[in-house]
């Protein structure tokens, strides 16, 4: 009796070993049925390219004084200045947000005790423009009312756009995902009857960052500094990119 266990435990065991030795001999088709029908897996991937429709501009001022107050009110006169500048553009105030601010004191680190020696204060906003015309203008005239750090300029694109765009990416991904079945099937010597299963994977706006001036210290500005001028500015294609899973059935 104890022989009979053995026997179909080990017979089990066989059985259990092949079906996997077949499954990893052939790990990109894979038995659906009885009948002759496989299955054979893909990714496909879209990528397109297209022309930016929205931007922003993320610049700021940053002050020093000796005296916290002295450093936060030149501050904030300069920084109420830059805004004002850029509302005469046109630009609502819906686009212009604050998107980062600090007062921290300045240490003497030479020194024993980390004596404080001024304190610095910085205020950064972020301004969305849909009319990059204006790019230049907006760094001009927020540097004329004070502005002395242009942290980098940001090429996007509006939410309908990127719809459109990552529907126009998901259609390339469709037909690279066939591309790369109908090759392997005909690899195979199989044809492709079906869809089984498609799932997309995701979606990805990859937006073109540049540095521009001042990205992480400000640089001292002479006063009265030059008046300065409206910078060319080159735009830069935006990338969308799509991934899709497709399962196709073939015999």
Do not use: W
Request: a neutral charge; glycine letters at 8%.
């Amino acid at each position: 009796m104890k022989n009979n266990i053995a026997i179909g435990i080990i017979a089990t065991l066989v059985i259990c070993l092949a079906i996997v030795c077949v499954a990893y001999i052939n790990p990109g088709v894979n038995a659906i049925s009885g009948e002759g029908n496989s299955t054979i897996s893909v990714s496909g991937t879209g990528i397109i390219k297209t022309e930016p429709n929205q931007a922003k501009v993320y610049l700021g001022v940053e002050t020093q004084s000796r005296n916290v107050t002295e450093a936060l009110e030149e501050n904030s006169l300069k920084m109420q200045s830059i805004i004002k500048a850029i509302k005469k553009l046109g630009i609502q105030k819906d686009s212009i947000e604050t998107t980062y601010f600090s007062v921290y004191p300045i240490r003497d680190y030479e020194k024993s005790g980390e004596d404080i020696i001024g304190y610095r204060a910085s205020n950064e906003i972020t301004v969305e423009l849909h009319d990059l015309d204006k790019i230049g203008a907006v760094i001009e005239e927020a540097m004329n009312a004070g502005a002395n750090k242009v942290r980098r300029i940001e090429f996007g694109l509006t939410e309908d756009k990127k719809r459109e765009v990552k529907n126009e990416a998901l259609k390339e991904a469709c037909k690279d995902a066939r591309t790369k079945a109908d090759t392997i099937a005909s690899g195979l010597g199989l044809k492709i009857t079906r869809i089984a299963t498609a799932r997309e994977s995701g979606t990805y706006v990859a937006p073109y960052r540049t540095e521009v001036f001042g990205g992480e210290y400000a640089m001292p500005v002479p006063t009265p500094a030059p008046k300065a001028i409206s910078p060319p500015i080159e735009l830069k294609e935006v990338k969308v990119s799509a991934t899709i899973d497709i399962a196709y059935e073939c015999r």
